[in-house]
């Protein structure tokens, strides 16, 4: 039997559970709720969905890269962080974690997501990916780093791979294998052009509010999943 | 002089590396349960087709048979087929060429050489049959997993020549940030570190490009 109290929810998740219900009426949204089945379902019964995309995997391919590229932008040697953290309500894993911040790391997938992420405001899965991280580190300051790296071989291959299936005349073939290529790698830009920075500050306010709001979540499992 | 290793003259030893561990998976010993003995010939063992058309479907997901030709010879048909496969590792399609022929049966106390005593169903049994072994003869050449060396008394097992060519990125950016240094100042952002991972050596040379 699993006490809820005990769950501690990832960091990486943190955006789920801080969605809004639709009705006031309603303490957790429904994005929230089919979130907590997820976790529940992973406690209870050791099964994880897995779900896998293409920029999901070159952001794990290039975490070195992006490390390093990250590092030559700020002149300062950077270690992936690989220690777990935890606290009474949640659980992450910071990329880089410094004397006065904490820092993640996000790979783009091409130049054209970079370049359209500065237009918009900070998602709010990473505002609250990185409350989270301040809230286990102690650190008053975060910083979201969006860095442009070459795309892996391996993942360039599989783009070029899938063309087979578009029946397109040799020609057209050819000129769409070299637009490929030429858009997923970026050694000719400068370092930096290829760093964006989003800077968040601590809100103590918003990190109590989740932690009442985890308090919520653990409620909800209890009274409507069974252990 | 030391001798250069295959992975220091390979032109990609990442992709070397990725075909390497897919014939390490290719060249497994197949499970004994997999292996039977053949009913009619001695001391023969062999995989059941079921089993070898399943381990082509599990590792290459995709493959398929052509048949390049088929005849008689003597009192057998023989087929020639060419097995495709989608390789893994590429993304590509390669291919194996295999044999296989099957007597046709004659009736009984007839010679086999005799060919107006031929069963009536005798070619439907044979020729289909004949497909199979040559679907299993091309298998068989892409590894030992498929029943390579089964009836094979010498063999040698493989053995994995290319490492994973992944460099220690850590210390590979020690590296750059090293020789990208613009000053001593710089530099020296880098030194408890460089000492650490043990590129002193580079540290000290660099260093030295400023004290000159």
């Known amino acids: 039997m699993i006490n809820t109290d005990e769950i501690l929810f990832r960091c990486s998740s943190l955006g789920h559970l801080m969605t809004e219900p639709k009705s006031k009426s309603e303490t957790l949204s429904e994005t929230t709720k089919n979130h907590l089945v997820d976790v529940w379902i992973r406690h209870k019964y050791n099964r994880k969905e897995l779900i896998t995309s293409k920029y999901m995997e070159k952001g794990v391919m290039v975490e070195e890269d992006a490390m390093t590229l990250y590092s030559r932008f700020r002149k300062q040697y950077y270690v992936k962080n690989e220690k777990m953290l935890t606290d009474d309500f949640i659980k992450g894993i910071p990329d880089i974690i410094t004397e006065k911040t904490v820092i993640d790391l996000k790979s783009s997938w091409d130049i054209f997501t970079f370049f359209r992420t500065k237009q918009k405001a900070v998602e709010k ?8 991280y ?3 580190t102690g650190k008053e300051n975060a910083r979201l780093a969006y860095c442009l790296v070459n795309t892996p071989q391996v993942l360039i291959d599989d783009e070029i791979h899938r063309l087979q299936y578009k029946h397109l005349s040799e020609a057209d073939a050819i000129k769409a294998r070299n637009q490929i290529e030429m858009n997923s790698i970026f050694d000719d830009i400068d370092i930096q052009d290829k760093i964006y920075e989003i800077e968040i500050k601590r809100n103590n306010e918003d990190i109590e509010r989740l932690h009442n709001r985890i308090i919520d979540c653990r409620n909800w499992i209890a009274e409507n999943l069974k252990f | 002089m030391s001798l250069p290793t295959l992975q220091e003259l390979n032109v990609n030893p990442e992709k070397a590396f990725r075909n390497d561990q897919l014939n390490m998976l290719l060249n497994q010993k197949p499970p004994a349960s997999w292996v039977k003995e053949h009913p009619f010939a001695k001391n023969v063992k062999y995989i059941p087709i079921e089993r070898v058309e399943f381990i082509l479907t599990k590792i290459f997901q995709q493959w398929k048979l052509e048949v390049l030709n088929y005849s008689q010879l003597f009192n057998s048909v023989a087929v020639h087929v060419r097995l495709h496969y989608l390789n893994p590792t590429d993304g590509n399609w390669y291919f ?13 106390g007839k010679a086999a050489s005799d060919l107006s005593a031929i069963k009536q169903d005798a070619v439907m049994k044979a020729l289909p049959a004949a497909e199979s072994y040559a679907l299993k003869d091309a298998a068989e050449k892409l590894g030992e997993l498929f029943g390579k060396n089964l009836n094979r008394k010498e063999t040698a097992p493989f053995q994995a020549t290319f490492t994973d060519s992944q460099p220690d990125k850590s210390k590979e950016r020690m590296k750059i940030l090293i020789s990208e240094s613009k000053s001593v100042q710089e530099l020296n952002n880098y030194s408890n570190d460089a000492v650490r991972l043990g590129l002193l050596k580079d540290f000290e040379n660099k260093l030295n490009t400023f004290t000159k």
Not at chain 1, 125 to 132: R, S
Not at chain 2, 96 to 108: E, F
Request: hydrophobic residues 40%.
């Open chain 1, 134 to 136: 301040m809230s286990l």
């Open chain 1, 125 to 132: 899965m990473y505002y609250w990916q990185l409350q989270g």
């Open chain 2, 96 to 108: 194996q060429d295999g044999l296989g022929a099957v007597g046709i049966q004659t009736d009984a």
